[in-house]
């Protein structure tokens, strides 16, 4: 949890695991070289209980030589709702963190207990939590807090407290029953101590379990991804599938995790909806997760899209411009076309991303759109037209792209469609005397073998 040199802010509310825990810190602190700082968060949620224990930390911190740092939250902004306790605690560490980094401490301690793990699991477990959340209370975490009494139990803490001579003050809102924290401890535990007075020492070995495993699959997944993912952070839906079908949720979860959705954010719900997606048969389809994610099937792989990503253009908003020969033309959606003069002897293109027009006498204007519902092109060797939407199914392109692809007009009729497929008109012969030759490209273009 530290190493030599450590300074560590002890997360100090004034009730017994965090005095006992101040008081602990302060007696190791020689022994394992580390500094010791205090800070309090006032919640403003029990009126002058609540400037009570602040006074009281206050007043122990001077007692005992430590500097001592304290916020308080917007009493308004966080008063009332169901959600009293989620909005608490995350005011709670951003100015622990906060305080962390204004004392240059590199920890942050807080005074979780053992029975504090057991009252964890429980909860969980009565909330239909899957294996991470059975993991409990982590001892380190990644952002640097440590819970250095999580092998203790609150027994232990009161009693070191008495043996040390430390006051401590005592929470009233720890006996309302309206929070499932309290039910659980005063109601369904002394039940399951009865059943078996080591309980909590049961679950918390549970929970310790847990977490060896997970990291293991932890690691697991993360190689998986490492090993199939694209460079663009795609997920290739075979590596979903090869996967053991228990696995699939923590591998489509640590690629969530990977793109920026975080845990409390992604739920079991949107984990099974990304794998429905994933191994389902609609090849260009999508589901909305917490916060406006949107995660996309792309025929072989699955996409992940934050808010605030570039959204298509309206249908109807075609944008059609003039593709003047000798220039380029760049589109907002980052294609870029190109129009130049071909010489003689003509030489058809070997790829579909580039075409050779005929611009003899008659040709008209070549213009650039978007495609758009109910387009329909002739294509090259064949009677009759297709949809371009049946040439996008067809060549599996991900139909949140589909009207960002632009089109190539002239005379009237679309003659081709970068990447995809060449119209009959403007065709090259024989008798053609000039023609020009137009290219394509765009970041997500490969070359002839098609897109990344």
């Given at each position: 949890m530290v190493v030599p040199g450590d300074r560590v802010l002890v997360a100090v509310s004034g009730g017994p695991d965090s005095v006992a825990l101040l008081a602990a810190m302060l007696r190791l602190g020689?022994?394992?070289q580390v500094e010791v700082c205090v800070a309090h968060f006032n919640h403003r949620l029990r009126g002058a209980e609540a400037d009570r224990d602040q006074a009281a930390v206050e007043s122990l911190a001077a007692h005992l030589g430590v500097r001592c740092v304290v916020g308080a939250a917007d009493a308004a902004g966080t008063m009332g709702g169901s959600a009293v306790e989620a909005r608490a605690r995350t005011a709670r560490y951003a100015f622990l963190h906060r305080a962390a980094a204004t004392c240059g401490c590199r920890r942050i301690a807080t005074g979780h207990t053992q029975d504090d793990q057991a009252e964890t699991v429980l909860m969980r477990l009565l909330r239909g939590s899957g294996p991470d959340g059975l993991r409990g209370i982590?001892?380190?975490?990644?952002?640097?807090?440590?819970?250095?009494?999580?092998?203790?139990?609150?027994?232990?803490?009161?009693?070191?407290?008495?043996?040390?001579?430390?006051?401590?003050?005592?929470?009233?809102?720890?006996?309302?029953?309206r929070f499932l924290r309290n039910r659980v401890r005063r109601d369904l535990l002394p039940v399951l101590r009865d059943i078996n007075p080591?309980?909590?020492?049961?679950?918390?070995?549970?929970?310790?379990?847990?977490?060896?495993?997970g990291a293991w699959l932890d690691r697991w997944a993360a190689q998986q991804l490492a090993a199939g993912a694209s460079s663009e952070g795609t997920l290739p839906l075979d590596v979903?599938?090869?996967?053991?079908?228990?696995?699939?949720?923590?591998?489509?979860?640590?690629w969530l995790r990977a793109r920026g959705d975080d845990a409390a954010g992604c739920t079991a719900r949107h984990v099974d909806a990304v794998l429905?997606?994933?191994?389902?048969?609609?090849?260009?389809?999508?589901?909305r997760l917490a916060r406006g994610t949107v995660v996309r099937r792309r025929y072989d792989c699955l996409e992940h899209e934050r808010p605030g990503a570039a959204a298509c253009p309206p249908a109807g908003a075609d944008?059609?411009?003039?593709l003047e020969v000798g220039a380029s033309l760049s589109l907002p959606s980052g294609w870029v076309l190109s129009a130049h003069r071909a010489a003689q002897p003509f030489e058809l293109p070997r790829d579909p991303w580039s075409a050779l027009v005929d611009s003899g006498p008659g040709a008209g204007p070549l213009l650039v759109r978007t495609v758009q519902r109910g387009d329909r092109i002739q294509p090259l060797g064949m009677?009759?037209?297709?949809?371009?939407?049946?040439?996008?199914?067809?060549?599996?392109?991900?139909?949140?792209e589909r009207r960002l692809w632009p089109a190539v007009e002239c005379g009237g009729e679309i003659i081709w469609?970068?990447?995809?497929?060449?119209?009959?008109?403007?065709?090259v012969t024989a008798a053609t005397h000039a023609a020009v030759r137009l290219q394509a490209a765009r970041a997500a273009i490969a070359g002839p073998e098609g897109l990344c």
């Open positions: 020689p022994w394992f982590h001892p380190v975490r990644d952002d640097g807090v440590i819970r250095p009494l999580i092998t203790c139990t609150r027994a232990e803490v009161v009693a070191f407290l008495q043996a040390v001579g430390l006051p401590f003050c005592t929470d009233t809102s720890n006996t309302d029953r080591r309980v909590d020492r049961a679950l918390a070995a549970a929970a310790t379990l847990q977490a060896g495993e979903v599938e090869r996967s053991p079908p228990a696995l699939r949720g923590r591998l489509v979860r640590a429905r997606l994933a191994l389902g048969r609609r090849p260009s389809a999508q589901v944008g059609t411009q003039l009677i009759g037209h297709r949809k371009l939407q049946d040439v996008f199914t067809d060549r599996k392109v991900p139909a949140g469609v970068p990447g995809l497929v060449r119209g009959a008109g403007a065709v």
